[in-house]
């Protein structure tokens, strides 16, 4: 038998985190920033890495730990771009990124809601989009992620499985039904190649395949 419990725990616990990161997290946790969990973080660095993002942009800074762990994976001549409607959120935030050594030119903080910003961003401008927002409002984030993601970038979506509600068809509220169209859109999708993969509470994974020459 599978025990999913011990596995994410185990998960969780397998990352360590350096002072800063820990830190963070807790003052995050205090004023109630829900930060991502060590398994996402390790999974954003990762990705960030591993595509070479150098230009980023994060719907819901928070108290900046899943902006910590984006920083860490990008180049250093990468640039966070993080947009939240909490100015205290980002307050924490910009001390986090100082605290751990990044040059205030590294990240650029929006205090704005995503839905009125994001129409103001640069088409094809980044190489990867991350989505930690409100997860009713991610339906109408997507066109808008789509649009500022340059072909061949990546868009990571949090939340994707709402704690087994999408796998449940008897659940229809709002936000659910949403989620589970965006997943369901992303992954028959021509132009995206999408994987969600349960690490807590669900990752959407998509690469915006390039268009062929
Ligand atoms: C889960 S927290 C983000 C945590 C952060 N990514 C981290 O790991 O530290 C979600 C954030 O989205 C922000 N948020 C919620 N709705 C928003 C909106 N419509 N526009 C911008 N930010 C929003 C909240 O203020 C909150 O900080």
Same mark, same amino acid.
Do not use: C
């Given at each position: #038998?599978?025990?999913?419990?011990? =596995?994410?725990?185990?998960?969780?616990?397998?990352?360590?985190?350096?002072?800063?990161? $820990? !830190? @963070?997290?807790?003052?995050?946790?205090?004023?109630?920033?829900?930060?991502?969990?060590?398994?996402?973080?390790?999974?954003?660095?990762?990705? @960030?890495?591993? =595509?070479? @993002?150098?230009?980023?942009?994060?719907?819901?800074?928070?108290?900046?730990?899943?902006?910590?762990?984006?920083?860490?994976?990008?180049?250093? /001549?990468?640039?966070?771009?993080?947009?939240?409607?909490?100015?205290?959120?980002? *307050?924490?935030?910009?001390?986090?990124?100082?605290?751990?050594?990044?040059? =205030?030119?590294?990240? *650029?903080?929006? /205090?704005?809601?995503?839905?009125?910003?994001?129409?103001? #961003?640069? !088409?094809?401008?980044?190489?990867?989009?991350?989505?930690?927002?409100? =997860?009713?409002?991610?339906?109408?984030?997507?066109?808008?992620?789509?649009?500022?993601?340059?072909?061949?970038?990546?868009?990571?979506? $949090?939340?994707?499985?709402?704690?087994?509600?999408?796998?449940?068809?008897?659940? *229809?509220?709002?936000?659910?039904?949403?989620?589970?169209?965006?997943?369901?859109?992303?992954?028959?999708?021509?132009?995206?190649? $999408?994987?969600?993969?349960?690490?807590?509470?669900?990752?959407?994974?998509?690469?915006?395949?390039?268009?062929?020459?």
């Amino acid at each position: #038998m599978v025990d999913i419990a011990l =596995s994410w725990d185990f998960t969780e616990e397998f990352v360590t985190e350096d002072e800063v990161l $820990t !830190q @963070a997290r807790l003052k995050a946790e205090e004023l109630g920033a829900s930060p991502v969990p060590p398994s996402v973080g390790a999974l954003l660095k990762l990705l @960030a890495n591993l =595509s070479g @993002a150098r230009a980023v942009f994060e719907i819901g800074t928070g108290g900046g730990v899943s902006g910590l762990y984006l920083l860490s994976g990008m180049p250093a /001549n990468g640039v966070l771009t993080s947009i939240d409607a909490e100015g205290e959120f980002q *307050r924490l935030a910009r001390a986090n990124f100082t605290a751990a050594g990044y040059e =205030s030119t590294r990240v *650029r903080l929006f /205090n704005a809601r995503a839905l009125d910003m994001m129409p103001r #961003m640069n !088409q094809g401008a980044y190489d990867l989009v991350f989505i930690d927002g409100d =997860s009713l409002e991610v339906p109408y984030y997507l066109p808008q992620a789509d649009r500022m993601l340059r072909p061949g970038g990546l868009l990571i979506i $949090t939340h994707a499985l709402l704690g087994g509600d999408v796998a449940n068809p008897a659940k *229809r509220d709002e936000k659910t039904a949403g989620m589970r169209q965006v997943v369901t859109d992303l992954g028959k999708a021509e132009d995206y190649e $999408t994987t969600v993969l349960p690490v807590a509470d669900g990752l959407l994974v998509a690469h915006k395949v390039a268009a062929a020459n």
